[in-house]
């Protein structure tokens, strides 16, 4: 993993498995926290990182070799834009699930595992963004904090 930052940005390149997307996500979590992200906002952002990460892993290369995720962080002092790339498989129809979250309306051990990522993602975000350009998917988070100055 290669961190470079300055003042505004952070950049950090890893390989897409479970392991370096993990320590991936951590790395972004502490740079940001370093950089002055309110820490109101630090859990939010954190949660949504980790779930549009673990996506590109799990999904963008299933079936296939996976390569590096590219993260891109730009924080200003009310807002929080973050790029995550990956060659991987486009999101089904070219554009980012509803985050309707999966039912809860069963017994305990039929709850699903999962299917609630998009709908956290679309929570905690202020707006979400997906492209697909040149076999790369760029997905673009924004996370406003203007009210908590």
């Not at 300055?6 to 502490?30: D, H, M, R, V």
């Not at 790029?83 to 509803?98: A, K, R």
């Not at 993602?121 to 997906?130: A, F, G, N, P, V």
Request: glycine share 8%; proline share 7%.
């Amino acid at each position: 993993m290669n961190p470079i930052s300055n003042k505004t940005c952070l950049e950090l390149s890893f390989p897409a498995t479970e392991t370096e997307a993990s320590a991936g996500i951590e790395q972004l979590s502490t740079g940001l926290s370093d950089q002055g992200l309110p820490v109101k906002k630090s859990d939010e952002v954190k949660i949504a990182l980790a779930e549009a990460i673990n996506n590109v892993v799990e999904h963008a290369y299933a079936g296939i070799a996976p390569a590096k995720v590219q993260v891109t962080c730009r924080l200003d002092r009310d807002r929080l834009d973050i790029l995550i790339s990956d060659t991987g498989n486009p999101l089904p129809g070219l554009h980012p699930p509803d985050g309707a979250p999966a039912s809860v309306d069963t017994t305990l051990q039929d709850l699903p595992e999962g299917g609630f990522g998009w709908y956290l993602i679309h929570e905690l975000t202020s707006d979400i963004r997906y492209e697909r350009r040149k076999g790369c998917n760029r997905l673009s988070l924004r996370f406003d904090f203007a009210e908590l100055s």
